[in-house]
């Protein structure tokens, strides 16, 4: 069953692990224990407060199994999930550089809440601030299916790399996000911490990720 993880328990507490799993804002349940179970470790989703799933746990536990559940081995971890019919805010899983055909490249990978991946390329160059440029164009180069889905698009007005100091550098990135007819100018910035090509990507991203989030 998906989100299930059963472990070598007997079978009364492999049915309990099932039935947990059926609560309503469970997304997975692992029991652990051998004839009875000792812990009880939880993630879910929504606003329902934990106290409320731990009733929720000892109360299927009593009336399906005649298992007493002690509250104090019941851990909850909760989590967000994004509204049904918005996209969410991507995370960035991977920012690499390369060279293809004697130039240098910049290659995202996005991460989904809903688990998919999309890539974009986006042209370096052998500046530091020609390699930002190239991590904002292959970011927006990733954003483009979902942009296309509500209709709407954007444009990078100006990526820059700013100092503040001595030891500290932000990229700014400027961008116009056009939809129904009407154009908002959105500002994001990042601290270079790594590489100014992961800085820009986030900097595109503070940018944009209200936006992805509306319906």
Known sequence: MPGEDTLSQS???????????RVQGVERVRVVGDDSPTEIHVIAAGRKPSRQFVRDIESLAAAEFGIQI??????????????????????????????????????????WPDGER???TGAA??????????????????????LSEKRSTLEIDNVSLHSVSSSTEWVLVHTTFYEEGASTPLLGSARVVDDVATAAALALLNAVNRKLLRA
């Open 11 to 21: 079978g009364t507490l492999a049915e309990l692990q099932r039935a947990l799993n």
């Open 118 to 120: 999309t890539s974009g």
């Open 125 to 146: 160059g052998t500046s530091r601030e020609a390699r930002a440029r190239g991590a904002a164009a292959a970011v927006l180069e990733c954003l483009d299916a979902k």
């Open 70 to 111: 002690d509250h104090r081995i019941v851990s909850i971890v909760q989590v967000e999930t994004p509204p049904t019919g918005q996209a969410g805010r991507p995370s960035i899983e991977r920012v690499g550089v390369g060279r293809r055909n004697n130039s240098e490249w910049v290659e995202v990978t996005l991460l």
